[in-house]
């Protein structure tokens, strides 16, 4: 078995897929940094809908799609990586598009803003949706990304919103309406 640790990165360096090394600060690495960390908080929030089938089958390709666009934003240069490296594409798109509308079906509508939480799965998916905007700005910041994979995670946060109401409300209908102070 291999070793997990290689100590290449004891000075601060990364190397990126087909790329040179880098500094662990660098934009592309707080990128992927920050898509890696919100496919975890997914992990988290996974585990919190359980018992809702078909949000739970939704994460577990999102997890996945969040591995694709981190492997893009890896690639400095698809042409100089090792192999083909897979891309979000606007089908991915089309496709949380899609299950905002069908989410969106089975909700109540808005009137007001609402706080982050409600219950434990809807607070987990409102912790998600909120990486998933600092991985779309840290992404923003770098430019060089895709403009299928900008438009996949403005609409991941969306749908992550989405499901958040709709995780709360099979909890039993608890929304928490914001009031201004």
Request: charged share 25%; aromatic share 6%; hydrophobic share 40%.
């Amino acid at each position: 078995m291999a070793k997990i640790y290689t100590r290449r990165g004891d000075d601060g360096s990364t190397g990126l897929f087909g790329g040179p090394r880098v500094r662990k600060d660098d934009l592309r690495v707080a990128a992927y940094g920050d898509v890696d960390e919100l496919n975890s908080a997914l992990g988290v929030a996974r585990e919190e809908i359980l018992e809702q089938p078909d949000l739970l089958a939704f994460v577990d390709s999102l997890q996945s799609e969040l591995f694709t666009l981190g492997a893009e934003l890896a690639t400095p240069d698809a042409s100089k990586a090792p192999k083909e490296v897979p891309q979000i594409t606007a089908e991915h798109v089309a496709r949380l598009e899609g299950e905002i509308d069908r989410l969106t079906g089975e909700l109540p509508e808005m009137r007001n803003f609402i706080l982050p939480g409600g219950s434990r799965a809807g607070a987990a998916l409102h912790f998600c949706r909120t990486v998933c905007r600092r991985a779309e700005r840290a992404c923003v910041t770098l430019g060089q990304v895709s403009p299928d994979a900008l438009a996949y995670l403005n609409r991941l946060s969306d749908l992550l919103f989405t499901m958040a109401r709709a995780a709360n409300l099979r909890a039993g209908g608890r929304e928490i309406p914001w009031k201004p102070a």
